[in-house]
Structures are given as C-alpha cells and as structure tokens.
C-alpha cells in the first residue's frame, strides 16, 4: 500500500489549498478514504472522512463548512479542498485507507497506512 499526499504549501489567512491523496497497492473503490492532519506540537487528529462510493461524508466541526472532501476512483486519488484557512489549520496533513467501505464515525486508520503527508502553512 502506498499513500502519497501532494498540495501542500504557504498561504495566508483566507486562501485556499487542494490537496491530493494518491493511492496504489490496494483496490482504492473498495475502501473509504480519510484525511487528519497533525499540528505542531499536536496529536494527530482525524478531520474527514469519505466512503468508498462517495455518498456518506464526515467532517470534524473544526473544519466543517470549509474543508470539502472528495474522490475520484477512476484516478484511484482523493481530495480535500480547503477554503477559508486559519493559521490554526497550519499542520502537516495525511491520508489513510479506513479498514472498511465508510467511516460514518471518522476515520481511525486501523490499517496503521501512512503517506509522508504534505504541509500546509497558514500565515496570519
């Protein structure tokens, strides 16, 4: 299994990111994909979640109305578009394949499957 997260960068306050999550190794329509993120001197947290057909979504509150999750099983390639930042999303962002084909509760990664995530920097 292979996760490799991509978009990531230095933005202000208010601007937008797309990051990308693409996947190999395992057959990507058959699982549910989350994203989490891990902050400076944070715990990772997870913040979405997406099922393997794209109809049931969740969202952590923290980012809800601002974060859009999303996924193309063509491309075997998730995305979370994020829109309005705060400095307080600065954080570096992973993704994972969830155990099964939805997370309704969020994503747990029970897999233990991570990407080197990619960084996303959010000036005031």
């Known amino acids: 299994v292979q996760l490799v997260e991509s978009g990531g960068g230095l933005v202000q306050a208010g601007e937008s990111l797309r990051l990308s999550c693409a996947a190999s190794?395992?057959?990507?329509?058959?699982?549910?994909i989350g994203w989490f993120r891990q902050a400076p001197g944070k715990e990772r947290e997870g913040i979405s979640c997406i099922s393997s057909s794209g109809d049931n979504i969740y969202y952590e509150d923290s980012v809800k109305g601002r974060f859009t999750i999303s996924r193309d099983n063509a491309k075997n390639t998730a995305y979370l578009q994020m829109n309005s930042l705060k400095p307080e999303d600065t954080a570096v962002y992973y993704c994972s394949q969830e155990d099964s084909n939805a997370c309704p509760l969020g994503p747990i990664n029970a897999l233990d499957t991570w990407g080197q995530g990619t960084l996303a920097i959010v000036s005031s």
């Open positions: 190794g395992f057959t990507f329509s058959h699982y549910a």
